[in-house]
């Protein structure tokens, strides 16, 4: 709904021909909102308006002074102001509810044996807050009643991470290993026999919020520059986007499951040294292969 009185703003600043979001990549950011209570509060000098921006902007100032030369009508001016008011009102229930969700998740019970310092993240990507993020260090929260950092596992956001804390909860000992685990979020096929005859071997149909959201975070993972982007993309050049989004989603829930069953961080080390191996039995069956044709194998110098 304040997206909807975003859009409004938008129509009406367009309707007064006040190109503002030319210059300006949001105009619910903290210079957008400046420019437009100045412009409500009966501002006309662009010049002065255009100096309203925060020094982040890297818009020249000359370019927004341009960018807000319009026809400041009284209909549009009115029904900008009614707009911005319904924005800001959406947004302090939102507050409202970041500040309840806060006190709710302080209710529920720590893992054991964990340290109140949340350890540092070792993604490659900066973590940037987001839009729809809430306002409080969620993270942190997450992080003391998991025992362990979820985010850190690429594809899973801290929103992500609170979908599945708040679907299957921090104690996944209730399956009785990542397959059942799989099984239950619909990510594996289930092969349907009849008479010795495979009739299909596709995914069940759930509803599980929680496969949604591994989904989601898989399909996120198309260009990443790791272990799991590596993987999407080598899935999908062999299965298609779907069948690749299943399976990324798959490994993901199988390292979930892992990580919140034995409460040890996330680390690609097993990855790299499963990739050492198969490059060794590779390179085994090149040389057997070889001796068998009376061949010898002799490795480039690098």
């Given at each position: 709904?304040?997206?909807?009185?975003?859009?409004?703003?938008?129509?009406?600043?367009?309707?007064?021909?006040?190109?503002?979001?030319?210059?300006?990549?949001?105009?619910?950011?903290?210079?957008?909102?400046?420019?437009?209570?100045?412009?409500?509060?009966?501002?006309?000098?662009?010049?002065?308006?255009?100096?309203?921006?925060?020094?982040?902007?890297?818009?020249?100032?000359?370019?927004?002074?341009?960018?807000?030369?319009?026809?400041?009508?009284?209909?549009?001016?009115?029904?900008?102001?009614?707009?911005?008011?319904?924005?800001?009102?959406?947004?302090?229930?939102?507050?409202?509810?970041?500040?309840?969700?806060?006190?709710?998740?302080?209710?529920?019970?720590?893992?054991?044996?964990?340290?109140?310092?949340?350890?540092?993240?070792?993604?490659?990507?900066?973590?940037?807050?987001?839009?729809?993020?809430?306002?409080?260090?969620?993270?942190?929260?997450?992080?003391?009643?998991?025992?362990?950092?979820?985010?850190?596992?690429?594809?899973?956001?801290?929103?992500?991470?609170?979908?599945?804390?708040?679907?299957?909860?921090?104690?996944?000992?209730?399956?009785?290993?990542?397959?059942?685990?799989?099984?239950?979020?619909?990510?594996?096929p289930e092969k349907r026999v009849s008479g010795g005859?495979?009739?299909?071997?596709?995914?069940?149909?759930?509803?599980?919020?929680?496969?949604?959201?591994?989904?989601?975070?898989?399909?996120?993972?198309?260009?990443?520059?790791?272990?799991?982007?590596?993987?999407?993309?080598?899935?999908?050049?062999?299965?298609?986007?779907?069948?690749?989004?299943?399976?990324?989603?798959?490994?993901?829930?199988?390292?979930?499951?892992?990580?919140?069953?034995?409460?040890?961080?996330?680390?690609?080390?097993?990855?790299?040294?499963?990739?050492?191996?198969?490059?060794?039995?590779?390179?085994?069956?090149?040389?057997?292969?070889?001796?068998?044709?009376?061949?010898?194998?002799?490795?480039?110098?690098?």
């Amino acid at each position: 709904m304040a997206a909807e009185h975003i859009l409004h703003m938008q129509k009406s600043l367009s309707q007064m021909n006040v190109q503002i979001h030319h210059v300006l990549s949001d105009i619910t950011g903290l210079s957008g909102l400046a420019i437009l209570d100045a412009i409500l509060a009966g501002e006309r000098d662009c010049v002065k308006l255009a100096q309203l921006c925060h020094p982040s902007v890297k818009s020249a100032r000359e370019k927004i002074a341009q960018a807000l030369e319009g026809d400041y009508r009284p209909e549009h001016l009115f029904v900008l102001q009614q707009s911005l008011a319904g924005y800001r009102y959406y947004q302090g229930r939102i507050a409202e509810l970041d500040r309840e969700i806060q006190q709710l998740m302080k209710t529920v019970d720590s893992s054991k044996d964990i340290q109140e310092q949340v350890p540092e993240r070792t993604k490659r990507t900066k973590y940037q807050r987001q839009v729809n993020d809430p306002a409080f260090d969620l993270r942190r929260e997450l992080y003391r009643i998991a025992g362990v950092d979820l985010t850190d596992i690429p594809g899973v956001s801290t929103l992500t991470a609170q979908v599945l804390l708040t679907e299957i909860g921090p104690d996944v000992s209730r399956f009785r290993n990542a397959s059942a685990f799989a099984s239950w979020l619909g990510l594996c096929p289930e092969k349907r026999v009849s008479g010795g005859k495979l009739l299909s071997c596709k995914t069940r149909k759930v509803k599980s919020r929680a496969a949604i959201a591994l989904r989601l975070g898989a399909h996120a993972l198309c260009r990443a520059k790791d272990y799991f982007g590596e993987f999407f993309r080598r899935m999908r050049a062999k299965l298609g986007a779907a069948q690749a989004t299943t399976a990324t989603a798959h490994k993901m829930a199988r390292i979930i499951y892992h990580v919140l069953r034995t409460k040890t961080p996330y680390t690609e080390t097993i990855f790299h040294a499963c990739d050492e191996q198969a490059r060794q039995r590779a390179e085994n069956r090149l040389r057997k292969k070889a001796a068998e044709l009376g061949f010898q194998l002799i490795p480039q110098a690098s």
